[in-house]
């Protein structure tokens, strides 16, 4: 009986022994479970923050993109303007040819014309004695004028002169306001008495 118990107790022990390291390895595991869901949410949530910039970039790009799209075609259709404008400058070329050859008639009609220039040249020679005389005048008042500088400079000395009387009487008038303001001090102990 006493080996009975003997065995039944080792059993025991066994048995607890088992069940102390069962509890101990099913606590590892549930911490090794609390730690992989730990990582396992942060890079779910880096995932996410990440599909989030590339998402607003992605967007920012595509607005982008449309923004330059819509000028590219604002500026192809100007393009298109100015190539129907030089397909229509193009389409008068014959027209111009024309005009040309009317410019070439009138140019003859304007050489028979010119046969009229000696008379011109007579006229132009008269005005250029005219301006010649007129010219002479001229340097004659040049000498009147000479005098004028003299004049400038008295004038100018005389504006400085009324400059600095204007400062003065400015600064005059400063010193009697401000002599009238310490009269008024001095008299304040005065106004107490009832002198008239």
């Known amino acids: 009986m006493e080996n009975k118990e003997v065995q039944s107790r080792e059993l025991l022990e066994i048995v607890e022994k088992s069940m102390v390291e069962f509890h101990e390895a099913m606590k590892k595991r549930e911490d090794l479970s609390i730690r992989i869901g730990r990582r396992t949410t942060q890079i779910v949530r880096v995932g996410a923050v990440t599909v989030g910039l590339l998402s607003m970039a992605v967007l920012y790009l595509t607005a982008a993109l449309n923004s330059d799209m819509s000028k590219m075609s604002e500026q192809m259709e100007a393009i298109t303007g100015y190539m129907q404008t030089m397909n229509a400058s193009i389409g008068t070329m ?86 009238g303001y310490n009269v008024d001090r001095m008299a304040s102990p005065m106004k107490m008495f009832p002198f008239p």
């Open 94 to 179: 014959p027209v111009m040819s024309a005009s040309v050859q009317d410019m070439n008639v009138l140019m003859r009609d304007m050489s028979s014309s010119i046969r009229a220039v000696p008379v011109m040249t007579a006229s132009m020679q008269r005005m250029t004695a005219s301006v010649q005389k007129m010219d002479a005048l001229l340097e004659n008042m040049a000498g009147s004028v000479s005098a004028v500088p003299v004049m400038s400079t008295s004038v100018q000395r005389m504006s400085a002169d009324m400059t600095a009387m204007n400062n003065q009487i400015h600064f005059l008038n400063q010193n009697v306001g401000s002599m």
